[in-house]
């Protein structure tokens, strides 16, 4: 019979370690916490949440840190974590797509309002 080899795994971290990440990021004030859009989202908050998602992608393209984003967006650094985590209701569009705007970040924006017709879903 063949024995199990145990391994340790030093970079796991301890149960109080767990316990304390746990604890941190189940704070309602923690500030890292995304913002997810509702299915009845209308357009205008559908468009921003849009922007949203874009600024935190150029972010991560760019590997750019939180500091230097804030720097090129011209805002402190809450701000700017209330930006990448989508929190769509503290914007209005207008100055998301200043935002954008100011990091040349290419956007289109599509309204689209579905309604049913006889059962049909028509575009209009």
Do not use: W
């Amino acid at each position: 019979m063949k024995k199990l080899k145990v391994i340790n795994n030093n970079n796991f971290p301890s149960d109080r370690e767990i316990e304390e990440i746990t604890k941190k990021v189940s704070s309602p004030n923690y500030p890292y916490l995304n913002y997810v859009l509702p299915d009845n989202a209308s357009s205008t908050e559908k468009a921003k949440y849009e922007l949203c998602k874009d600024i935190l992608k150029y972010q991560q393209e760019n590997k750019l840190s939180e500091i230097k984003l804030a720097k090129k967006l011209g805002v402190n650094k809450k701000k700017l974590i209330d930006i990448l985590c989508s929190k769509i209701y503290l914007f209005n569009l207008e100055e998301l797509l200043t935002y954008t705007d100011n990091l040349h970040i290419p956007f289109e924006i599509k309204i689209t309002n579905n309604q049913l017709n006889n059962g049909k879903r028509i575009r209009v």
